[in-house]
């Protein structure tokens, strides 16, 4: 299914990045448009987190381009990425464990804050009112994710499936346009996977989002994205629908198996 990159949120041309020797991405040219909720998959190595790290700005790539929303972004900072509208979360859990989880989602909202950091040092009226505002946006955040009665808990005491959901609700707290979930489901049990896969679902159309997800969980995979690119040893092999994918030779080679 051929879908034009014309008009797309995201656009990376033949994007590489090299460590040294080691090519771990070789030209890779991918678009997601505007609302699309697009899988990235491949086996161990392939260089899907490579790719997110290029897309959010942790590393440059080496060759090629990357255009989040007509704008290059290629290079820069990624708080400077975050700013432009691209949100992640992590393979490995990366919450502030020591802070409430409340604290956690207003770090994300502070970056949007209206009051100056002036207001802030005098403590002025103007601080307030903005404090109480992204407390309670913080809040509403936290409640379509069950966890606003888990508000005061240090983050580090949630279960694992719950610290999954609060770097999405941290991730979202940010108002991207692009959000780049890398393995959201890992280490998740399969009602939790199945749970994950609704919300995910839900979100994309209750925020108006355009979602990047990394993940090893097919059912996930293949129950809510649009469309699959594949990578294999930093080269993309194959995009298409679920079921294209299903049925293609190359990705059952390299990735899915033949049971698959």
Wanted: proline share 4%; charged share 20%.
């Amino acid at each position: 299914m051929a879908i034009s990159a014309t008009a797309a949120l995201l656009n990376v041309k033949a994007a590489s990045r090299s460590f040294g020797g080691l090519k771990a991405l070789s030209e890779v040219s991918l678009h997601i448009n505007k609302g699309e909720l697009i899988g990235l998959i491949g086996p161990n190595g392939a260089g899907k987190t490579t790719l997110f790290n290029l897309l959010t700005g942790v590393y440059p790539p080496s060759t090629g381009q990357i255009i989040l929303n007509s704008e290059s972004v290629g290079g820069l900072k990624p708080y400077k990425i975050n700013h432009k509208g691209a949100a992640r979360t992590f393979q490995n859990i990366r919450l502030f464990t020591a802070m409430t989880v409340l604290d956690n989602v207003k770090i994300a909202f502070h970056q949007h804050a209206k009051h100056s950091l002036f207001s802030s040092m005098l403590r002025l009226p103007k601080h307030f009112g903005g404090e109480a505002e992204i407390t309670q946006k913080a809040l509403d955040i936290l409640k379509i994710f069950s966890l606003d009665d888990q508000a005061d808990e240090t983050a580090g005491n949630l279960s694992y499936g719950n610290q999954r959901r609060l770097e999405i609700a941290r991730a979202l707290a940010a108002g991207p346009k692009l959000l780049l979930l890398d393995e959201p489901a890992a280490g998740m049990n399969p009602n939790e996977t199945r749970d994950l896969m609704n919300l995910i679902a839900w979100i994309r159309k209750e925020f108006d989002l355009t979602i990047l997800l990394i993940e090893h969980d097919m059912s996930l995979v293949m129950g809510v994205c649009d469309r699959i690119y594949v990578l294999d040893r930093g080269m993309l092999i194959a995009d298409g629908t679920p079921q294209e994918i299903r049925s293609n030779p190359k990705v059952i080679e390299a990735y899915l198996g033949q049971e698959a």
